[in-house]
């Protein structure tokens, strides 16, 4: 736990080095905005082509692939379902926010230290699955209540997915591996460079956009999508451990990786879509926080 322990620390102390700017006035609110497009459009997309590089699919691990998948689909049903009252602005960002996992830049410290090149196999998996539902339905949910004349019809939506530039890069990512066509080393090299710099930049975004002053309400519909995420994904995380016939280290990926923060994509998507960047913001760090906690009790009482 020690690799975790300390990227925990240092995912904490780029987020708040974010705020105290900030507060300072050296980066001002408005300028998160440059920065969360930098992400979007070159850092995020760099990530998504040095992470699948070395990805190779496997049949024996679909199960946790289809879980990164489907488990997308049940956040954002019980999403809709448990804000259909809100307004249509406050209902998209409440229901984008529920589905994803933030397994790249917060999971694989954990994994890689706790069971080496096998965890990282298996999650991994996991976020072949996840990406679909971060880059795709999440964009596409974020889309559709963001436009007040947007209506879901097969060409709208093709439209609005192939605007995300991260999904189009992990399909085209997605498609070369598949017919096993290898990525010239000039590329993975440039990319890999690049990428470095998409998670000191999404914390440091985050630390922008948080903010300890929110209004009464906010801080109840803060309450509320935190007991609704985590409780949901407590149910599948325990229910997928102790209920599913697979191996022990699939059982340990569903349970962990239901449990895991939001995913940092979600600040450059409050950006595009107009969404209230710091309840995103401050809801993203919370989401550490708890996680944090949850997958330190989880390795302790079951390894």
Same mark, same amino acid.
């Given at each position: 736990?020690?690799?975790?322990?300390?990227?925990?620390?240092?995912?904490? =102390?780029?987020?708040?080095? +974010?705020?105290?700017?900030?507060?300072?006035?050296?980066?001002?609110?408005?300028?998160?905005?440059?920065?969360?497009?930098?992400?979007?459009?070159?850092?995020?997309?760099?990530? !998504?082509?040095?992470?699948?590089?070395?990805? /190779?699919?496997?049949?024996?691990?679909?199960?946790?692939?289809?879980?990164?998948?489907?488990? *997308?689909?049940?956040?954002?049903?019980? =999403?809709?379902?448990?804000?259909?009252?809100?307004?249509?602005?406050?209902?998209?960002?409440?229901?984008?926010?529920?589905? *994803?996992?933030?397994? +790249?830049?917060?999971?694989?410290? &954990?994994? @890689?230290?706790?069971?080496?090149?096998? %965890?990282?196999?298996?999650?991994?998996?996991?976020? =072949? +699955?996840?990406?679909? !539902?971060?880059?795709?339905?999440?964009?596409?949910?974020?889309?559709?209540?963001?436009?007040?004349?947007?209506?879901? $019809? !097969?060409?709208?939506?093709?439209?609005?997915?192939?605007?995300?530039?991260?999904?189009? $890069?992990?399909?085209?990512?997605? =498609?070369?591996?598949?017919?096993?066509?290898?990525?010239?080393?000039?590329?993975?090299?440039? $990319?890999? $460079?690049?990428?470095?710099?998409?998670?000191?930049?999404?914390?440091?975004?985050? %630390?922008?956009?948080?903010?300890?002053?929110?209004?009464?309400?906010?801080?109840? @519909?803060?309450?509320?999508? &935190?007991?609704?995420?985590? *409780?949901?994904?407590?149910?599948?995380?325990?229910?997928?451990?102790?209920?599913?016939?697979?191996?022990?280290?699939?059982?340990?990926?569903?349970?962990?990786?239901?449990?895991?923060?939001?995913?940092?994509? /979600?600040?450059?998507?409050?950006? @595009?879509?107009?969404?209230?960047?710091?309840?995103?913001?401050?809801?993203?760090?919370?989401?550490?926080?708890?996680?944090? *906690?949850?997958?330190?009790?989880?390795?302790?009482?079951?390894?």
């Amino acid at each position: 736990m020690t690799d975790f322990n300390q990227q925990f620390i240092l995912s904490l =102390g780029i987020i708040f080095l +974010g705020y105290i700017l900030k507060r300072l006035n050296f980066i001002r609110e408005k300028d998160g905005e440059a920065i969360s497009r930098l992400i979007f459009n070159v850092t995020l997309p760099s990530l !998504i082509i040095t992470s699948f590089a070395t990805f /190779h699919f496997q049949m024996n691990l679909l199960a946790v692939f289809i879980f990164g998948l489907l488990s *997308g689909f049940v956040y954002v049903i019980a =999403g809709l379902l448990l804000f259909k009252n809100k307004p249509k602005q406050m209902k998209g960002m409440l229901v984008m926010m529920m589905p *994803g996992f933030n397994i +790249g830049l917060f999971a694989f410290p &954990l994994v @890689e230290g706790l069971w080496g090149q096998t %965890g990282i196999t298996y999650f991994g998996m996991l976020d =072949g +699955g996840n990406a679909f !539902i971060v880059f795709g339905l999440c964009y596409l949910i974020g889309s559709y209540y963001a436009d007040e004349d947007t209506s879901f $019809t !097969i060409s709208i939506m093709t439209k609005k997915l192939a605007q995300s530039i991260p999904l189009m $890069t992990y399909l085209v990512i997605f =498609g070369i591996k598949l017919v096993a066509i290898p990525i010239p080393a000039i590329v993975v090299n440039v $990319t890999g $460079t690049i990428s470095q710099a998409n998670m000191p930049l999404s914390l440091l975004l985050l %630390g922008v956009y948080l903010s300890f002053v929110l209004e009464k309400s906010q801080y109840i @519909e803060l309450l509320r999508f &935190l007991l609704a995420r985590y *409780g949901i994904a407590l149910i599948i995380g325990l229910s997928s451990y102790f209920l599913l016939p697979l191996p022990e280290m699939a059982r340990l990926t569903l349970l962990i990786g239901a449990v895991l923060p939001i995913p940092l994509s /979600h600040i450059p998507y409050a950006v @595009e879509f107009d969404f209230d960047k710091r309840f995103i913001g401050t809801v993203s760090s919370m989401t550490i926080f708890i996680s944090f *906690g949850l997958i330190w009790l989880f390795t302790v009482f079951l390894l």
